[in-house]
């Protein structure tokens, strides 16, 4: 009986400090930076890495740990580097390899840690291995890719993101056969079920890894297996695509694999983008002992906001299931916006000047106090907004260019369809970072490959410095506190009043610490009754210059974010 006892408190306690396993991945503070918009340093109007490496005091200044770069490999650029034709080499527009080699060992004088983005679901088209596999049927290349031979008929109709006609298979007259995008025609999908694909994919990893990089985003990875017999898919399965494309065949066994030869043998993080279908399939992708991955990067938070606006119900019950979801195993990526999204402030908050300044420091007091590696997209330490775009001749995205072509030829609503894309356009989260109030915001002299935003003369790096209550400085405290508070990093989550329409609240809980976050997410002075009001202590971060408690009440200014020791 004894003995079973001690068993139980031994499961218990290792099944919590498995959860709360200090790793530097954990307490990391990401810093995403979409290169082509970051800073141009030779005036073609495309961001480089010698711009990084001009603005890696400012990266250090954030308190950020690491960075997380798109992809900068040589490319056509069909989808702005995700159509990858040379994995070993650095895309000419971004500089080369000396200058990749430069950035690395100046990010790690700085210790900050680089992850480099991993697009191996797909190639270019451009890529030799793609020029040989569709050269001939029986090319030694052939079967790195999805081919489908014409004389077989059409194939299973498959669903590609960015085709203007939707259709994920490619005729291709030289081979008289189809290959399979599931993204851009120009973006043909690598055979995983291919050893020696796989296997020239492991290699990579370790080419950059004995670099010295720190960590790998596995981009779409999710996707990357595939039932070879291409089986039908029901009609309409394209409404819910993800549960046909996602987690298939032997994934897991790839990623055992890629762990096996690659992720054992260096000290570097891993993420994938996506995380499955449900809470059993990340939980596959991340818990330690499988020895897939460290982290998942889920979508459900970015898939709240709707242009018609969202409800705060429905983003604490996000945030909060997959919090309980990995309470005990696993590790989560928090983040509101990145490459794919539109700025955070315009989805989440209100970029109306006078709200904007408040309600994107409390968006950075939410990501940056939730149990999770955060993620942070440049510009949004800043407030950094949507551009408004009006015509379609102004987007330089595929997804955006293609999927008007599609509206089009549909029969389709295309004025609904702008509006969309005025809200939620990827390229909205692309234009040039802004630095100063000089022309161009300082990206760079010549005219930059997408407009800066006209609002750069007072949202912009410099003006933000001198301020000390600032956005950025926002940020900056922000960061701090959580390198500061271990609590913030693994505390356990609770939320507190669900039922509150205007306020986000919750505790966060470790080794006897507690703190209290609440966050007005609205633009409205607000109120809320806690017992806990009664019992705060220090106050760790506030976005105005005051804040009001009565007995158990907190008053809440417009989008306030407060921080609170619990006594
Ligand atoms: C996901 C990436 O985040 C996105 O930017 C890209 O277009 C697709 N994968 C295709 O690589
Ligand atoms: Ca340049």
Redesign the pocket.
């Known amino acids: 009986m004894r003995n079973l006892l001690v068993f139980i408190l031994m499961v218990t306690a290792f099944s919590t400090t498995a959860q709360n396993t200090q790793k530097w991945w954990k307490e990391a503070i990401v810093y995403q930076i979409y290169p082509r918009s970051f800073k141009d340093t030779n005036g073609d109007g495309i961001g480089d890495l010698k711009g990084i490496i001009e603005k890696l005091d400012y990266i250090k200044s954030l308190g950020v740990t690491a960075v997380w770069l798109?992809p900068i490999y040589s490319s056509p650029n069909d989808?702005?580097g995700?159509?990858v034709s040379d994995y070993r080499n650095i895309m000419s527009d971004f500089g080369t390899m000396a200058d990749f080699d430069l950035m690395l060992a100046e990010m790690h004088k700085r210790d900050i840690k680089l992850v480099m983005?991993i697009?191996v679901?797909?190639s270019s088209d451009e890529h030799e291995w793609f020029k040989q596999s569709r050269s001939s049927r029986d090319n030694p290349y052939r079967n790195y890719y999805h081919w489908w031979p014409a004389e077989k008929g059409t194939p299973p109709y498959r669903y590609s993101?960015?085709d203007e006609k939707g259709d994920a298979w490619k005729y291709d007259a030289q081979t008289n056969s189809y290959y399979l995008h599931y993204?851009s025609v120009k973006?043909p999908d690598l055979n995983w079920e291919n050893p020696k694909l796989r296997q020239e994919v492991y290699d990579i990893m370790k080419f950059w890894a004995d670099k010295g990089v720190d960590g790998f985003r596995l981009?779409?990875f999710q996707f990357a297996a595939k039932d070879v017999t291409y089986p039908a898919f029901p009609e309409g399965f394209e409404k819910n695509f993800v549960q046909y494309y996602a987690m298939q065949g032997d994934l897991h066994k790839y990623l055992q694999e890629m762990y096996e030869q690659v992720f054992s043998k260096y000290d570097v993080m891993s993420v994938a983008?996506g995380a499955g279908r449900n809470f059993q399939e990340a939980h596959e992708l991340v818990d330690e002992n499988r020895k897939e991955l460290n982290m998942a990067y889920a979508f459900d938070g970015v898939d709240i906001p709707k242009r018609t606006g969202y409800s705060l119900d429905h983003f604490k019950t996000v945030f909060s299931r997959w919090d309980s979801a990995f309470a005990q195993e696993g590790w989560l990526s928090i983040f509101l916006s990145?490459?794919?999204q539109a700025r955070m402030v315009n989805r989440y908050a209100n970029a109306k000047p006078e709200y904007r300044a408040a309600s994107t420091k409390m968006l950075n007091t939410f990501i940056l106090s939730m149990r999770g590696t955060p993620y942070c997209y440049y510009g949004d330490e800043l407030g950094m907004t949507n551009i408004g775009f009006e015509s379609i001749d102004q987007y330089k995205d595929?997804?955006a260019i293609n999927g008007y072509k599609k509206v089009v030829n549909t029969g389709g609503d295309v004025q609904t369809y702008m509006l969309d894309l005025a809200f939620g356009s990827?390229d909205n989260g692309r234009t040039p970072m802004q630095w100063d109030n000089t022309k161009n915001a300082g990206f760079g002299t010549g005219t930059p490959w997408l407009p800066v935003n006209d609002n750069y003369k007072k949202i912009n790096v410099v003006a933000q410095e001198k301020d000390p209550h600032s956005e950025l400085n926002h940020f900056k405290k922000m960061v701090q506190l959580r390198k500061d508070h271990p609590v913030l990093v693994y505390g356990k989550y609770t939320l507190l009043q669900k039922e509150h329409p205007d306020v986000y609240a919750y505790t966060r809980e470790l080794d006897g610490k507690k703190v209290l976050v609440v966050l007005n997410f609205t633009e409205k002075k607000t109120v809320i009754q806690m017992p806990e009001a009664g019992n705060v202590g220090e106050t760790l971060i506030n976005n105005y210059d005051h804040f009001s408690i009565r007995k158990n009440e907190i008053l809440l200014l417009p989008y306030q974010a407060l921080i609170f020791e619990l006594k």
């Open positions: 798109n989808d702005n995700y159509d983005d697009v679901n797909h993101l960015f993204f973006q981009d779409a983008e990145n490459h794919d595929i997804a990827r």
